[in-house]
């Protein structure tokens, strides 16, 4: 697809039309300048600048160790290589638990030294207050329920949520909680495909599935994975596009051999 910088700019609007005329809403994770660009003209609606950075870029087995200072710098770098897509910046584990105080300082901290475009937080009843704050503040929140990664320690394994029935319910009401605080959109991670369906048709705000089937509103992958930047991690949900490991590594050995050989650089490739 070719450069799409003349078209409109996705808005949380936009959004609520999408759900609304029923066309499905694309979203990725990006973290840098680069990949940033190349997902927003390719045509993207929506980046999430995820604090999976903290797995896919500083190599952390969990998402815990990410600080706010550094969400801050990835999230900077994304929105100076987007000019169309809507910019969801995650709020990190220990940023906004505390007190709503706390989660409107933090959610603020990023709208003004990344320049992103809205917030997302993880959990349900629990971040609620914290939740009304940052939309009173005029900052658009999107939700995070099912599996939230920075709660893993609490839930042992990164297994399928919401099965049993209490949790499924915990879900059910929490969807509605968000809405009525004034959230924007729902991630639905790692659900059964039928709580999903039944979720997304009982609330009137988009739900963004991950590993919770196709009746959500939107999709969400974390790039790395999609692109097969990292092999290492194949859940079941997870369709990859491409084997950026595989060609990039051949690149490399290939490099290395016409290093060794003296074919590069040849006579064209010099001054
Ligand atoms: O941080 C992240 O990448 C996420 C997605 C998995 C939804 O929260």
Redesign the pocket.
Known sequence: MSENTEAKKVTTHTLQMMKTSGEKITML?AYDYSFAKLIDSAGIDVI?V????SNVMAGHET?LPITLDQMIYHASSVIRGISRCLVVV?LPFGSYQSNSDIALASAIRIMKESGGHSI?LEGGEEVLDSIKKIVSAGIPVMG?LGLT?QSIYKFGTYTVRAKETDEANKLRKDAKLLEEAGCFAI?L?KIPAVLAKEVSKSISIPT?G?GAGGDCDGQ?L?MHDMLGINTEFKPRFLRQYLNIHDQATKAVQQYIQDVKSNDFPNVHEQY
Do not use: F
């Open positions: 994770t999430l995820g604090d999976s950075a998402t995650d997302k995070h990664p991630v991670e963004i991950i969400v974390v």
